[in-house]
């Protein structure tokens, strides 16, 4: 059974750049038809797919956000990182990690039946 854990600090100035990591148990982030995603939801609202890195390496970035997000992976430590840059209270959210078998989904909504595997999810506040 994949398990996903989300690891980073839990508040940060605006204007600063998040950096999360989510360490990866239980399965291997380079298996092919594999896909590895951060999702986040702010307060009172829906989940935000924001992006994703395929078990090829391939990267796929939620419009809206791409210009702020880089994704990445350590394959040594079975691990991939999400950064956010320029981040203002708008960005506080819960911050998932999740995994799905098949092809990479890139919708912006997102649902939990979505994805097979779930992290449980870190607070990140944006505040001075």
């Known amino acids: 059974q994949v398990q996903l854990q989300e690891s980073g600090p839990g508040l940060v100035k605006p204007s600063q750049t998040v950096s999360l990591t989510c360490t990866v148990s239980g399965g291997s982030i380079t298996t092919n038809y594999r896909y590895w995603s951060w999702i986040r939801q702010p307060p009172g609202k829906g989940l935000e797919w924001i992006g994703g890195?395929?078990?090829?390496?391939?990267?796929y970035y939620n419009p809206s956000l791409k210009r702020r997000t880089s994704i990445s992976r350590d394959t040594s430590k079975n691990q991939f990182t999400l950064q956010l840059s320029s981040v203002t209270p708008e960005d506080t959210a819960i911050y998932y990690c999740?995994?799905?078998?098949?092809?990479?989904?890139?919708?912006?909504?997102?649902?939990?039946?979505?994805?097979?595997?779930w992290g449980q999810g870190t607070q990140v506040t944006v505040s001075s």
């Open positions: 999740a995994s799905r078998a098949g092809p990479p989904y890139v919708k912006p909504v997102v649902f939990r039946y979505d994805y097979n595997n």
């Open positions: 890195i395929a078990g090829t390496g391939s990267t």
